[in-house]
């Protein structure tokens, strides 16, 4: 009889845009905030709302993945007290050793001061190689099971209208190096971002500014898959390069009614399993359906995966 295999499975959450910004005072709301916080009031409040969010939470905890990542997209306006009301909720999804955290655009709507935003939710961006209480410097590496989770930050301020992305020169040569370190490592390697890595996939005023550097990047140093948030919709593309292609993963906003662009709260899961060659990686989309508190499952790719270097 032979043994059962092993499966390391994963979770991808993305956008749950879970604050209220409800309690904003009117000295909080310049700029690009007042912009933003209209955009709540009139629209994105009855898109994204809590039970949605809860009952993905939920199905999330029965379900029991070893990890879970999310890619951005936690606040709607950056405000200090959203920071706090995101890391309440993260904390009772489960503990930072598994559940891994890239910001979005939204968490990074205006610059704030780190203690403020971001440092609030450090326990869960924090790469194995830190030292406690250091903060966050992307990419962070976790490793977790046969899975090295390697995290970027795409999020900075943006002009009004604007939600665009950036990587930047110096991010892209620490994830130069931290890939040379994985290259014969015999990890899966997944990279995590919150816009579409794909130069073309996303609108002009969206996109992530140095897409075609970061894919040049990844031609000579390669990951095995990589997953995004932003577009609030499901995709499988590839990157395509000499010789191979890179699958790439975006899913629905977590908390979504399903009013602005069809696709309600949804999430999905990985089961990585090694075989003699690499990995068999199982992709299933889990979604939100009425009337019951289970989501409902789809396969929606099955890679095979070599392990080439
Ligand atoms: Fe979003
Ligand atoms: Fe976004």
Redesign the pocket.
């Given at each position: 009889m032979t043994a059962p295999e092993a499966v390391f499975r994963f979770a991808h959450l993305s956008?749950p845009h879970l604050t209220d910004p409800s309690g904003a005072r009117f000295r909080e709301l310049a700029g690009k905030r007042a912009l933003g916080y209209l955009s709540w009031r009139r629209r994105r409040r009855h898109e994204h709302r809590r039970e949605f969010l809860d009952a993905l939470s939920s199905d999330l905890q029965n379900r029991a993945p070893d990890h879970t990542v999310i890619t951005?997209?936690l606040t709607h306006i950056s405000l200090p007290q959203e920071f706090l009301e995101a890391r309440e909720w993260l904390r009772s999804l489960g503990t930072a050793e598994r559940i891994t955290v890239v910001p979005?655009?939204?968490d990074c709507y205006v610059r704030m001061p780190w203690d403020q935003s971001l440092g609030l939710w450090s326990e869960f961006m924090r790469a194995d190689s830190a030292e406690a209480g250091t903060g966050s410097l992307f990419p962070l590496v976790r490793i977790r099971g046969p899975v090295a989770f390697i995290g970027l930050s795409s999020a900075e301020p943006s002009p009004p209208l604007f939600?665009t992305?950036r990587l930047g020169d110096e991010q892209l040569d620490r994830l130069d190096q931290a890939l040379a370190a994985l290259e014969h490592s015999g990890l899966l390697r997944v990279l995590m971002l919150?816009?579409p890595p794909v130069p073309g996939t996303e609108r002009w005023r969206?996109r992530l500014v140095d897409a075609p550097e970061l894919c040049s990047l990844l031609e000579k140093r390669p990951v095995d898959m990589v997953l995004h948030?932003?577009r609030h919709r499901p995709g499988h593309t590839l990157i395509k390069m000499t010789g191979r292609q890179i699958p790439v993963f975006g899913i629905p906003s977590a908390s979504a009614a399903g009013l602005h662009c069809k696709h309600a709260s949804e999430y999905n899961e990985y089961d990585v399993v090694r075989t003699e060659r690499g990995w068999r990686v199982d992709v299933r989309a889990r979604s939100w359906q009425e009337g019951s508190p289970i989501y409902r499952e789809e396969q929606i790719a099955r890679l095979e995966i070599g392990r080439s270097r």
């Open positions: 956008d951005g997209d979005g655009n939204h939600a992305g919150h816009h969206k948030g932003h």
